[in-house]
């Protein structure tokens, strides 16, 4: 009887809980590892927990914010970045369409670049220590890492060059 009991539990476990929490004891033990990961809800989850765990900066390049990954409780979780003080960029390819759905304090955290189409990649950075990059869009296979030393570097690099076209962009998505 217990043993069948403890094979039901076994089977009641939920992935995407098991995901959040290897995301968010990587990020807050400072884990040094990569996890893959090529889901929406594994995109929503990392961006959400990057947001809640940064303490200076959080910063994002994305095609667009479509509500698949971009959903309430990221953004919740960004809005409430911005309160904290933590320096929130987000730089989309496309002008956000929803962009009302937005929190103000997210809001005007949010830039439009006009590069060539599909030559941005999509990524996040948070703290210069933990990221999460898209490799291929269109298969949707991405990469998470947190203090990954020999992308650190490169992770470096990233942070300027977003910060710095956010600056250069101007006002409004």
Not at 95 to 118: F, H, I, Q, T, W
Request: with cysteine; proline share 3%; hydrophobic share 40%.
């Amino acid at each position: 009887m217990d043993n069948e009991r403890n094979k039901q539990e076994v089977n009641a476990v939920d992935p995407l809980k098991v995901y959040r929490d290897l995301v968010r004891f990587a990020i807050e033990e400072n884990l040094s590892q990569v996890v893959p990961n090529e889901e929406p809800a594994h995109a929503r989850i990392i961006l959400e927990e990057m947001a809640k765990h940064s303490v200076k900066t959080f910063y994002a390049v994305s095609n667009k914010l479509s509500e698949d990954v971009w959903d309430n409780a990221v953004i919740s979780a960004i809005s409430s970045a911005v309160d904290r003080g933590v320096d929130v960029r987000l730089l989309v390819e496309r002008p956000c369409e929803n962009v009302d759905r937005l929190p103000e304090n997210v809001r005007e955290r949010v830039r439009s670049a006009s590069p060539k189409s599909g030559e941005l990649v999509n990524l996040a950075i948070m703290d210069g220590r933990v990221f999460r990059v898209e490799l291929d869009k269109a298969a949707r296979k991405a990469l998470f890492g947190v203090n990954v030393k020999e992308l650190s570097e490169q992770i470096a690099r990233a942070s300027g060059k977003i910060a710095f076209a956010f600056d250069v962009t101007g006002k409004g998505a």
